[in-house]
Protein backbone atom coordinates (compact mmCIF):
# COMPACT_ATOMS: atom_id res chain seq x y z
CA UNK A 1 0.00 0.00 0.00
CA UNK A 2 1.68 3.61 -0.79
CA UNK A 3 2.54 5.81 2.17
CA UNK A 4 1.15 9.45 2.02
CA UNK A 5 2.29 11.66 -1.31
CA UNK A 6 3.06 14.98 -1.07
CA UNK A 7 3.69 16.73 -4.24
CA UNK A 8 5.77 18.48 -4.89
CA UNK A 9 8.63 17.82 -3.33
CA UNK A 10 10.54 21.17 -3.37
CA UNK A 11 8.76 24.83 -4.13
CA UNK A 12 10.38 27.98 -4.80
CA UNK A 13 8.20 31.15 -4.98
CA UNK A 14 8.84 34.88 -4.36
CA UNK A 15 7.15 36.89 -1.97
CA UNK A 16 3.63 37.61 -2.86
CA UNK A 17 2.89 34.93 -5.13
CA UNK A 18 0.29 32.13 -3.89
CA UNK A 19 1.20 28.18 -3.70
CA UNK A 20 -1.03 25.22 -3.87
CA UNK A 21 0.31 22.02 -1.90
CA UNK A 22 -1.10 18.34 -2.63
CA UNK A 23 -1.75 15.58 -0.35
CA UNK A 24 -2.93 11.80 -1.38
CA UNK A 25 -3.54 10.13 2.18
CA UNK A 26 -3.35 6.29 2.15
CA UNK A 27 -6.19 4.85 0.83
CA UNK A 28 -8.78 4.44 3.59
CA UNK A 29 -7.45 7.17 5.16
CA UNK A 30 -10.02 10.03 5.72
CA UNK A 31 -8.51 12.01 8.39
CA UNK A 32 -6.17 14.45 6.78
CA UNK A 33 -3.97 17.17 8.99
CA UNK A 34 -1.09 19.11 8.21
CA UNK A 35 1.62 20.85 9.98
CA UNK A 36 4.13 23.19 9.41
CA UNK A 37 7.81 22.79 10.06
CA UNK A 38 10.55 25.31 10.62
CA UNK A 39 13.72 25.12 12.57
CA UNK A 40 12.34 28.02 14.96
CA UNK A 41 9.25 27.08 15.54
CA UNK A 42 9.14 22.87 15.51
CA UNK A 43 5.83 21.52 14.36
CA UNK A 44 2.49 24.00 13.90
CA UNK A 45 -0.79 22.69 13.74
CA UNK A 46 -2.14 23.93 10.54
CA UNK A 47 -5.43 22.37 10.01
CA UNK A 48 -7.35 19.04 9.93
CA UNK A 49 -10.10 17.64 7.61
CA UNK A 50 -12.40 14.78 7.84
CA UNK A 51 -14.70 13.82 5.15
CA UNK A 52 -14.38 17.06 3.43
CA UNK A 53 -14.97 19.03 6.57
CA UNK A 54 -12.30 20.95 8.38
CA UNK A 55 -13.18 20.43 12.01
CA UNK A 56 -9.66 22.45 13.92
CA UNK A 57 -7.48 25.57 12.29
CA UNK A 58 -4.56 26.00 13.98
CA UNK A 59 -3.41 29.74 14.69
CA UNK A 60 -2.51 30.75 11.58
CA UNK A 61 -3.61 34.03 9.40
CA UNK A 62 -6.39 33.96 6.96
CA UNK A 63 -4.01 33.14 4.07
CA UNK A 64 -3.35 29.41 4.65
CA UNK A 65 -6.61 28.07 3.89
CA UNK A 66 -7.11 24.20 2.67
CA UNK A 67 -10.14 21.61 1.43
CA UNK A 68 -10.23 17.93 1.06
CA UNK A 69 -11.94 16.28 -1.87
CA UNK A 70 -14.61 13.43 -1.68
CA UNK A 71 -11.73 10.79 -2.44
CA UNK A 72 -9.67 12.23 0.88
CA UNK A 73 -6.88 13.85 -1.08
CA UNK A 74 -6.15 17.16 0.11
CA UNK A 75 -4.84 20.61 -0.79
CA UNK A 76 -3.65 23.59 1.22
CA UNK A 77 -3.22 27.08 -0.37
CA UNK A 78 -0.97 30.47 0.55
CA UNK A 79 -1.90 33.23 -0.49
CA UNK A 80 0.25 36.60 -0.60
CA UNK A 81 3.29 34.37 0.29
CA UNK A 82 5.88 35.67 2.90
CA UNK A 83 9.60 35.26 3.87
CA UNK A 84 8.16 33.67 7.01
CA UNK A 85 5.89 31.08 4.89
CA UNK A 86 9.34 29.08 4.64
CA UNK A 87 9.24 25.86 5.76
CA UNK A 88 8.59 21.67 5.22
CA UNK A 89 4.72 21.49 5.21
CA UNK A 90 3.84 18.03 6.28
CA UNK A 91 0.80 16.15 5.68
CA UNK A 92 -0.57 13.41 7.31
CA UNK A 93 -3.45 10.97 7.28
CA UNK A 94 -4.90 8.77 9.69
CA UNK A 95 -7.20 5.55 9.34
CA UNK A 96 -9.83 6.06 12.17
CA UNK A 97 -12.07 8.93 13.15
CA UNK A 98 -8.98 11.53 13.24
CA UNK A 99 -8.94 11.19 16.98
CA UNK A 100 -5.66 12.13 18.84
CA UNK A 101 -5.37 8.51 19.86
CA UNK A 102 -4.76 7.42 16.46
CA UNK A 103 -0.91 6.46 15.12
CA UNK A 104 -0.39 9.61 11.89
CA UNK A 105 1.48 8.33 9.24
CA UNK A 106 3.04 11.49 7.70
CA UNK A 107 4.12 12.22 3.74
CA UNK A 108 7.90 13.61 3.27
CA UNK A 109 6.77 17.22 3.02
CA UNK A 110 7.12 19.69 0.85
CA UNK A 111 9.83 22.25 1.43
CA UNK A 112 8.69 25.72 0.42
CA UNK A 113 11.16 28.36 -0.09
CA UNK A 114 9.95 31.60 -0.54
CA UNK A 115 12.39 34.46 -2.04
CA UNK B 1 -0.62 27.27 29.29
CA UNK B 2 -0.32 23.62 27.78
CA UNK B 3 2.61 22.99 26.64
CA UNK B 4 4.97 19.74 25.95
CA UNK B 5 8.93 20.48 26.77
CA UNK B 6 12.28 18.54 25.04
CA UNK B 7 14.78 19.99 27.48
CA UNK B 8 17.69 18.07 25.55
CA UNK B 9 18.06 20.14 21.74
CA UNK B 10 21.13 18.03 20.68
CA UNK B 11 22.83 14.93 22.49
CA UNK B 12 25.34 13.06 20.70
CA UNK B 13 26.04 9.32 22.04
CA UNK B 14 28.49 6.36 21.05
CA UNK B 15 27.39 3.53 19.07
CA UNK B 16 26.19 0.42 21.43
CA UNK B 17 25.69 2.89 24.16
CA UNK B 18 22.75 3.67 25.70
CA UNK B 19 20.07 6.46 25.00
CA UNK B 20 17.26 8.54 26.88
CA UNK B 21 15.46 11.57 25.58
CA UNK B 22 13.32 13.57 28.53
CA UNK B 23 10.04 14.50 27.24
CA UNK B 24 7.60 16.66 29.67
CA UNK B 25 3.96 18.05 29.41
CA UNK B 26 1.92 20.22 30.86
CA UNK B 27 -1.77 19.43 30.62
CA UNK B 28 -5.16 19.53 32.98
CA UNK B 29 -5.19 15.50 32.54
CA UNK B 30 -3.07 13.02 31.26
CA UNK B 31 -2.71 13.50 27.43
CA UNK B 32 -2.23 10.71 24.72
CA UNK B 33 1.47 10.40 24.52
CA UNK B 34 3.70 9.43 21.39
CA UNK B 35 7.23 10.14 20.46
CA UNK B 36 7.59 9.99 16.59
CA UNK B 37 11.22 9.63 14.77
CA UNK B 38 12.19 12.02 11.46
CA UNK B 39 15.33 11.27 9.29
CA UNK B 40 16.86 13.58 7.46
CA UNK B 41 14.35 14.48 4.15
CA UNK B 42 11.49 12.65 5.39
CA UNK B 43 8.52 12.90 7.48
CA UNK B 44 7.82 11.73 10.97
CA UNK B 45 6.94 7.88 11.73
CA UNK B 46 5.76 6.57 15.21
CA UNK B 47 8.01 4.99 17.59
CA UNK B 48 5.69 4.18 20.37
CA UNK B 49 2.34 5.84 22.26
CA UNK B 50 0.92 5.53 25.32
CA UNK B 51 -2.81 6.32 26.27
CA UNK B 52 -3.59 3.83 29.47
CA UNK B 53 -2.15 0.51 31.33
CA UNK B 54 1.00 -0.69 31.78
CA UNK B 55 3.72 2.71 32.69
CA UNK B 56 6.61 1.36 29.74
CA UNK B 57 5.58 1.00 26.78
CA UNK B 58 8.01 -0.42 23.83
CA UNK B 59 7.89 0.52 20.25
CA UNK B 60 9.57 -0.55 17.10
CA UNK B 61 13.35 -0.22 16.47
CA UNK B 62 13.85 -1.65 20.01
CA UNK B 63 12.76 1.98 22.07
CA UNK B 64 10.65 1.75 24.95
CA UNK B 65 8.85 4.69 27.06
CA UNK B 66 8.37 5.70 30.59
CA UNK B 67 5.18 6.99 31.54
CA UNK B 68 5.90 8.78 35.11
CA UNK B 69 1.99 10.75 36.61
CA UNK B 70 4.11 12.04 39.18
CA UNK B 71 6.67 14.14 37.06
CA UNK B 72 4.31 14.34 33.94
CA UNK B 73 7.54 13.04 32.03
CA UNK B 74 7.55 10.45 28.96
CA UNK B 75 11.00 9.52 28.72
CA UNK B 76 11.85 7.48 25.29
CA UNK B 77 14.93 5.06 25.89
CA UNK B 78 17.07 2.67 23.74
CA UNK B 79 19.35 0.58 25.58
CA UNK B 80 22.10 0.27 22.84
CA UNK B 81 22.35 2.57 19.69
CA UNK B 82 22.86 2.00 16.64
CA UNK B 83 24.45 4.28 13.70
CA UNK B 84 20.33 4.20 11.83
CA UNK B 85 19.78 5.87 15.46
CA UNK B 86 20.65 9.15 14.18
CA UNK B 87 17.85 11.41 13.29
CA UNK B 88 15.49 14.25 15.14
CA UNK B 89 12.95 12.76 17.71
CA UNK B 90 10.05 14.48 18.64
CA UNK B 91 7.61 13.82 21.59
CA UNK B 92 3.50 14.70 20.90
CA UNK B 93 0.41 14.95 22.97
CA UNK B 94 -2.99 14.87 22.19
CA UNK B 95 -5.97 16.07 24.61
CA UNK B 96 -8.41 13.59 25.22
CA UNK B 97 -11.47 15.61 24.81
CA UNK B 98 -10.40 15.53 20.98
CA UNK B 99 -9.52 18.63 18.79
CA UNK B 100 -7.98 16.45 16.15
CA UNK B 101 -4.21 17.85 16.53
CA UNK B 102 -1.46 16.90 18.08
CA UNK B 103 0.62 19.38 20.24
CA UNK B 104 4.85 18.67 19.30
CA UNK B 105 8.13 19.31 21.52
CA UNK B 106 10.64 21.48 19.55
CA UNK B 107 12.74 18.43 18.98
CA UNK B 108 15.78 16.32 19.84
CA UNK B 109 18.35 15.68 17.24
CA UNK B 110 20.79 12.59 18.20
CA UNK B 111 23.66 12.68 16.68
CA UNK B 112 25.68 8.86 17.01
CA UNK B 113 29.77 8.55 16.79
CA UNK B 114 31.30 5.27 15.70
Known amino acids: KAGVTQTPRYLIKTRGQQVTLSCSPISGHRSVSWYQQTPGQGLQFLFEYFSETQRNKGNFPGRFSGRQFSNSRSEMNVSTLELGDSALYLC??????????????FGSGTQLSVL | AQSVTQPDIHITVSEGASLELRCNYS??????LFWYVQSPGQGLQLLLK??????LVQGIKGFEAEFKRSQSSFNLRKPSVHWSDAAEYFCAVGIRSNDYKLSFGAGTTVTVRA
Open chain 2, 27 to 32: YGATPY
Open chain 1, 92 to 105: ASSLGQGGTNEKLF
Open chain 2, 50 to 55: YFSGDT
